[in-house]
């Protein structure tokens, strides 16, 4: 059962580093992509998928280190980073006179 979940987590793990990198250019060039229904759900839910797998590969008996669950932690804490300064520059642009 561990193994096959293991598994399942490796398959999933390179492409949501991908859509993370994707998040971090589009919020660095294009922020509009990002502020359609289909860029916050796509960001909402890398931030939620790569949560989830964080919890796993901290609960995981083996504590097998592998260097893609160090980029998936990295990229989705920059992310979260990123969700945080968003709402920062929002809330600052929208108080200004």
Do not use: C
Not at 8 to 32: D, G, K, S, T
Not at 72 to 93: N, P, W
């Amino acid at each position: 059962m561990r193994s096959s979940l293991e598994r399942m987590v490796r398959v999933i793990a390179m492409p949501l580093i991908v859509v993370h990198l994707l998040i971090a250019y589009f919020w660095i060039f294009n922020w509009e992509k990002l502020t359609t229904d289909v860029g916050l759900i796509s960001w909402i839910g890398s931030i939620i998928l790569g949560l989830v797998i964080f919890t796993i590969n901290r609960k995981s008996k083996t504590s097998n280190q592998k260097l893609s669950y160090k980029i998936v932690t990295a990229t989705t804490f920059m992310t979260i980073l990123l969700g945080v300064f968003a709402l920062m520059i929002e809330f600052i642009t929208s108080s200004m006179p």
